[in-house]
């Protein structure tokens, strides 16, 4: 039986691909499966080859039905939807092609569930990988250094992810099936509440952490980072290169930043199913101010606060702008922070000069709690 399938949606050639997921047939885990799917057009032949040369019947390659390709930004929620009916395991999680995702997730899943058996969730520590090629001068990996395993409350989550309580520059809650894992039968329960599709909106991450949160028996979430999400973080799983979505009388674009996309994505959510809400609205702006903050030089800064500045403007008027005050803390003369802080470990992201997902995920892996040793701990 199946436990846990791994789903690559592909919208673009991959060079690190292949490495990665040779990487994550190492795992002598039987009950995984990696199910990667050709939503780009014209991939289908090196995907297949990739198949062929790992010769290993855990993986197996999808190729995208014509209504499936990817080709606008709106489109990628049907891509995820393609991959569903094909994975044969009883939990799923979503990585992109670039990314990577520890197999022995599946050894997480069987411990929780013996604890936990009505969970229907898992989220875990986040860990982010910038590419050599992409990084704007010294880039700083920050880890949660934690081993605890939590069980929030639902309505702990609502408010995360609704009302922005302790949000960065977006949501703080990441109960969804993009780098996370949800339970099969969940997938179906969601399917059959919203539109009989699985995934939908510009920003299918984000749609399936709204519906995971409101379906889900029990979520739980460990500290520990399982996965790997790479490149300066796209806004919640959509590619940022096409498409837009705008509400007259929430004008913001998902160009401008996590902030601003996270919000639309939860917006288009709300007005879809008719969810109202009142008091996120401090919050948001405030995680907006935490975005431009984020910013890596003074003219990224800079140009992230006017555009800001200018959509708050828009929607609230300048009380919305009296709650908007980022500043850039970033000194370029002074060296950056590395060490443990708040449960968090921050180190030169160019350590052990990696290249890839699965090279960075091998380093951290080697400076964490042991995966093996969780099912001991949690006895």
């Given at each position: 039986?199946?436990l ?6 592909v919208?673009?050639p991959a060079?690190?691909l292949?490495?990665n ?5 190492t795992?002598?885990?039987?009950d995984?499966?990696?199910l990667i799917g ?7 032949t090196?995907?297949q ?13 999808i190729p ?10 709106w489109e990628?929620?049907a891509g995820?939807?393609a991959?569903?009916?094909e994975?044969?395991?009883?939990w ?5 092609a670039?990314d990577?995702?520890d197999?022995e ?7 929780m569930v ?6 229907d969730?898992?989220?875990w520590?986040?860990?982010?990988y910038?590419p050599?090629t992409?990084?704007q001068?010294?880039?700083i990996?920050?880890?949660?250094t ?7 409350e639902?309505?702990d989550m609502?408010?995360a992810?609704?009302?922005w309580?302790?949000a960065?520059?977006r ?6 099936a ?8 969940l997938?179906?329960?969601t399917?059959?509440?919203?539109s ?10 984000i ?7 409101m ?13 790997v999400?790479t ?6 799983g959509?590619?940022?290169d096409q498409g837009?979505q705008r509400f ?9 930043g996590?902030?601003a996309a996270?919000?639309?994505a ?7 199913y ?9 919050n948001?702006?405030?995680a907006?101010?935490?975005d431009?903050e984020?910013a890596a ?8 606060k006017?555009?800001?500045a200018?959509?708050i403007?828009?929607?609230r ?6 709650a908007?005050r ?6 370029p003369?002074?060296?950056r ?5 708040e449960?968090?470990?921050?180190f030169?992201m160019?350590m ?6 699965a090279?960075f995920?091998r380093?951290i892996?080697?400076m964490?709690f042991?995966?093996r040793l969780?099912d001991?701990k949690l006895?």
């Open positions: 039986m199946t846990l399938t791994i789903c690559i949606p919208t673009a060079d690190t292949m490495g997921v040779r990487e994550m047939l795992s002598e885990r039987e995984v499966e990696v050709d939503f780009a057009g014209g991939t289908q090196a995907l080859d990739l198949a062929d040369a790992v010769q290993d019947p855990r993986v197996r390659v995208a039905a014509p209504e499936a390709r990817i080709s606008a930004d990628i929620s995820w939807n991959l569903i009916p994975a044969r395991g009883a799923i999680s979503i990585i992109g670039q990577y995702l197999p997730l599946g050894a997480v899943i069987a411990a013996r604890r936990v058996p009505d969970a969730a898992l989220s520590g986040r860990a982010r910038v050599p992409l990084r001068g010294q880039e990996a920050i880890i949660p934690g081993s605890r395993m939590l069980l929030p639902q309505k609502m408010r992810q609704f009302y309580e302790t960065g520059d949501p703080d809650c990441h109960f969804s993009w780098h996370g894992a949800v339970r099969r039968d997938l179906e329960r399917r059959e509440a919203f009989d599709v699985y995934f939908e909106q510009p920003s299918p991450a749609d399936s952490a709204c519906k995971t949160i379906l889900a028996r029990r979520m739980v979430h460990w500290e520990r980072p399982l996965s999400q490149g300066p973080l796209a806004p919640c959509t590619r940022d837009d007259a009388d929430f004008p913001f674009s998902a160009r401008t996590p902030a996270a919000a639309l939860i917006e288009a959510f709300k007005r879809r008719g969810i109202e809400l009142e008091g996120w609205e401090d948001f702006l405030k907006c101010a935490r431009c984020t030089t003074g003219e990224t800064f800079h140009a992230k006017t555009a800001y200018h959509e403007m828009a929607w008027g300048k009380r919305g702008l009296a908007f980022p500043e850039f803390r970033r000194k003369k002074i060296q922070f590395k060490g443990v802080m449960d968090h470990l921050h030169d160019e052990d000069s990696t290249r890839t997902a090279d995920y380093l892996d080697a964490l042991p995966v969780l001991d006895a």
